[in-house]
């Protein structure tokens, strides 16, 4: 005769192994919460994806600001190419008291009746150094003739 512990027993260990292989095999051929599995797999590239749009755009816009600066500064400069060292002197004023935006070095330089601007720095990203970028690099450039000369 068996008794109530031997019966509980044994139907538990049956319950837990048809339970337990019933849930496997289900888990692998439910096709139910398959949206959250997709995402959560692909958080990081969309946040990667989304983010890095909105580095590059911000690098962008100051890229945009840094070339009117240099500009700017290389049409004041052009004022004074009679004199080159006053025409270096007041683009680099100009740039200096107007660049604000991004660490960057402006080089101007005089050759014939042209001045020349080049402005060269980095601007940090928030996003994307989640994949090893951490900056994205500025270059800009520009130049402007003397119309005294024609």
């Known amino acids: 005769m068996k008794t109530i512990c031997s019966i509980f027993f044994v139907n538990f260990d049956k319950k837990i192994n ?89 080089n101007f330089n005089i050759v014939g009746g042209d001045i020349y601007g080049t402005a060269s720095g980095s601007m940090p990203t928030s996003f994307l150094g989640i994949i090893g970028i951490n900056s994205i690099a500025i270059n800009v450039e520009a130049s402007a003739t003397d119309v005294s000369t024609f």
């Open 18 to 106: 048809n339970l337990f292989n019933c849930n496997i095999r289900d888990y692998f051929q439910s096709q139910n919460g398959n949206v959250a599995l997709v995402f959560a797999l692909l958080f990081t590239p969309i946040l990667v994806a989304v983010g890095g749009g909105i580095d590059y755009a911000n690098a962008s816009r100051v890229r945009s600001n840094l070339q009117e600066i240099i500009d700017a500064s290389v049409l004041a400069g052009a004022v004074s190419l009679s004199d080159p060292n006053e025409a270096e002197t007041k683009a680099n004023n100009f740039y200096d008291s107007h660049e604000k935006l991004v660490q960057a070095t402006a």
